[in-house]
């Protein structure tokens, strides 16, 4: 999952960088409005730490500006703990949820797993599918209740296909939400990762489709349809 930070405060920015790596996403971060604002707009995330005072662009502008453009991804604002009418401004911009500052980490990692989630249509951290269950929270993976052991990269890639599961998802959607801004994208990489997570999988839990990308079903389900 690729999540961005726009936080102009650097040793926090660090703090929530650092954090959300550590926890398995993949993160690029901004330290002021326009910069965030122009991320936002150009790169897909699967989640935004938005501050609300922010340099050259503020929060709620950048927010605007992104529903606007249609880009729906979910924002958590961050705001000043006194200042309610920030709360309220952020909402009715398009926010889905505040943490007010001082905040502990492990607060805006909670509510960034719940935000993720719920857009993918999920009650809680573990999602099922078939024999396999996988619990986002911990990073546990598991086959018939059994611990399955996966790489850093191959559990990104699952965890993907698990949230969005019965939906076709091509080499390009899990380059994107898979790898930094930076990162030199190579889709033969992807190819790799789901042979490599074949071989510890049973069955034909994740399944190719041609000329698409990839899909995880659960077995006897129908699929939901060939389009990504």
């Known amino acids: 999952m690729r999540i961005l930070v726009v936080e ?3 040793d926090l920015n660090r703090q ?43 929060g709620i502008s950048v927010l605007e500006a992104w529903r606007r453009e249609g880009r729906a991804m979910p924002v958590l604002i961050l705001t000043a703990r006194d200042r309610w ?5 952020g909402i009715d911009a ?40 996988i619990d986002t929270k911990s990073g546990r ?7 399955i052991k996966l790489t850093s990269h191959e559990y990104k890639v699952l965890e993907y ?17 898979l790898y930094d801004q930076d990162f030199d994208r190579d889709s033969n990489t992807i190819e790799v990762f789901v042979g490599r997570l074949r071989k ?14 990839y899909r995880i079903v659960a077995p006897g389900t129908q ?5 990504p």
């Open 8 to 10: 102009d405060d650097p």
């Open 16 to 58: 929530l960088v650092a954090a959300f790596s550590e926890a398995g996403y993949v993160v690029d971060a901004a330290t002021d409005g326009e910069d965030g604002h122009f991320l936002g707009e150009t790169e897909p995330y699967d989640a935004v730490v938005l501050d609300i005072g922010l340099p050259s662009m503020d």
């Open 85 to 89: 009418s920030d709360k309220v401004a």
């Open 94 to 133: 398009g926010a889905d949820d505040y943490v007010a500052k001082p905040f502990h980490i492990e607060e805006v990692l909670a509510r960034i797993r719940a935000l993720v989630r719920r857009a993918a249509g999920h009650a809680t951290n573990e999602i099922e599918c078939g024999p396999l269950r």
């Open 141 to 147: 993976v598991t086959v018939n209740g059994n611990p």
């Open 161 to 177: 296909l698990m949230h969005h599961r019965n939906r076709v998802i091509s080499r390009t959607e899990l380059i994107e939400h």
């Open 200 to 213: 510890k999988l049973p069955g034909e839990l994740i399944e190719t489709v041609r000329g698409l990308g």
């Open 223 to 227: 699929p939901a349809g060939n389009a």
